[in-house]
């Protein structure tokens, strides 16, 4: 951490930024598409409560999938803190 | 009305102290807390760790460069033997890394084979509580299997139950408190090495089904298909996508529980967060995994 030149700081300290910024930007899809999500499967639960299960699990793994958004911009905010 | 408590909740409430007593003993107080006497006094009190967290996120997660970086001698357990071996194998880059990754692939290989074993040598006609266990989820899993790709291809259950019981203990075995334990999922070449496995077989179980030119027509007739290439590159995302997911949801999770549970000097709140991303995140994962793969094949082999 010590004695780092001018350019070394200049790239570290935008590698950081962009870190942050990506993180922000990436969690923005995921969220609104899982709260989505979950308010279409209260309607379904609500309309039919005999399905709950059913409506629950795939709810569970659809959140899960459209989550991987999310989890590729972390991945490379990661990569951006970690690898510069 | 008296309620009897369930199984389930009695494990769960025995889960909860242990874990939170071994917390305790393994993190806490040689780490960041001390009981002592001070003035006269008896105090509980915080040392001065000498530790940032980001040395402490490095030592966690890239110990090589953490040893390198810190010019100590790595102490490898056992005898140093095993290091100079793992060294001489795979270079000085990545020797800690790769003999904690293999290690804990083998802990986990072992416990399933025991598993494994200790249901099979007591097979009941009324089966006892763990066979009924095991059943519930073969059961469940051939259900599956039978509505994704038909009852003529019902021999896909055993990969399918493998697959998923392998990925749920991998992400599992994180939350035992001894040091050293780590999910092997949280390093890519497993989950990447589950990915390209699973497409292998898609594409071996469609070259099976459809034959060599009923298969490979969809890729290599530019009549047909103009845009081939992006069935190609289509087929490479699929691997990245589903080993990629893996990987971040167990990566995040082992950075957040260490972030948190620094922050909070490694009081209480570690447990609830190892339930979160241990057990919930951990089964979740396992399963979409396994339903996408599953999904993949009934897709390829479907027309």
Redesign the interface.
Known sequence: MDNITLAQGIVKAAALLGAGMCMGMGALGPGVGEGFVAGKACEGIARSPENASLITRTM??GQ??S??TG??S??IA?LLI?ST | MAKKKSPILKIFILFILIETVLVFVSNGFNKELQIGFDNGKFVLRNIQSHYDLQEKITEEFQIDEHYRQTGETPEIYGSNKTYEFFKNIFGKATAIGTFQLLRMLFIVDIMLLFIALLIKKKLLKRPSQPQILFEMIYTALKQFVIETLGKERVHFTPYIMTLFLFIWVCNVVGMIPIPGFIEPTRNLNVPLGLGVFAVAIVHITALKVKGVWGHLKNYVNPVKNPLFLLDIIGELSKIVSISFRLFGNVLGGAIIILVVSSLVSYVVFPVGLNLFFGLFVGTIQAFVFTMLALTYIGVEISE
Request: aromatic residues 16%; glycine residues 0%.
């Open positions: 569970l793994v899960a999938v989550e991987s989890i590729y972390l991945v990661l970690f």
